[in-house]
């Protein structure tokens, strides 16, 4: 497996609250992402990384923020959660051939 | 923006039967295409992945799958599926021609494998 490691694996939190989920890669790679898996959505990407401090919106970005302040971690921050945030997130790494490897998921749930 | 379409969001099959799972993604242009498979409670893994060359590609565990660029599909297909096969099978894309840094995925389709 690739060397992805995501922090927390499992939260829970209430409406309102600041979340901050952590990527931690160990293969040194360029591009990083997270998205999120629902139901009947297949992953949806919230934002991505190109390099330190380089980053971009997905498609489902509003709420979500995220930093890379260095080449190995990637956060993301729900500055406010609320319900509609419940979901399980998945860090990826990978080249710009689309070749995605994934962490293991962080199960987010908003009360 | 590029999209991906999986026709069937639930398939059951029995041991031994064919798979053809169908995804069709939204318009033309050098693309990459990938299948992903999740085990139940597990991430994403990499199936198989068509960059270039011959448009039938093989994967692990005896899947294939074959880029029609005419028709923008991009099939998985296994001639005898086991029980071990339950899992969720995502198509995904990279539109190489937006800068290819982005994967769009299709929403999925779960399947089950009865003995």
């Known amino acids: 497996d690739a060397g992805i490691t995501q922090s927390p694996r499992h939260k829970v939190t209430e409406t309102g609250t600041p979340v901050t989920l952590r990527c931690h890669q160990t293969?040194?790679?360029?591009?990083m992402y997270w998205y999120r898996q629902d139901p009947g959505h297949g992953l949806r990407l919230i934002h991505y990384?190109?390099?330190?401090?380089?980053?971009d919106k997905g498609e489902v970005s509003d709420g979500y923020s995220v930093s890379r302040s260095k080449t190995e971690d990637f956060l993301l921050t729900l500055e406010s959660a609320t319900s509609s945030q419940t979901s399980v997130y998945f860090c990826?790494?990978?080249?710009?051939?689309?070749?995605?490897?994934f962490g293991e998921g962080s199960r987010l749930t908003v009360l | 923006a590029q999209s991906v379409s999986q026709h069937n969001h639930h398939v059951i099959l029995s041991e031994a039967a064919s798979l053809e799972l169908g995804c069709n993604y939204s318009?033309?242009?050098?693309?990459?295409l990938f299948w992903y498979v999740q085990y139940p409670g597990q991430h994403l893994q990499l199936l198989l992945k068509?960059?270039?060359?011959?448009?039938l590609v093989k994967g692990i565990k005896g899947f294939e799958a074959e880029f029609i660029k005419s028709k923008f599909s991009f099939n998985l297909r296994k001639p005898s599926v086991q029980w071990s096969d339950t899992a969720e099978y995502f198509c995904?894309?990279?539109?190489?021609?937006?800068?290819?840094?982005?994967?769009?995925f299709g929403t999925g389709t779960q399947l089950k494998v009865e003995l």
């Open positions: 990826a790494i990978g080249a710009n051939t689309g070749e995605l490897f």
């Open positions: 293969e040194n790679h360029r591009y």
């Open positions: 990384s190109y390099g330190v401090k380089d980053t």
């Open positions: 318009y033309g242009g050098t693309v990459n």
């Open positions: 068509y960059f270039s060359g011959d448009p």
């Open positions: 995904a894309v990279n539109d190489l021609t937006g800068g290819g840094n982005k994967l769009t």
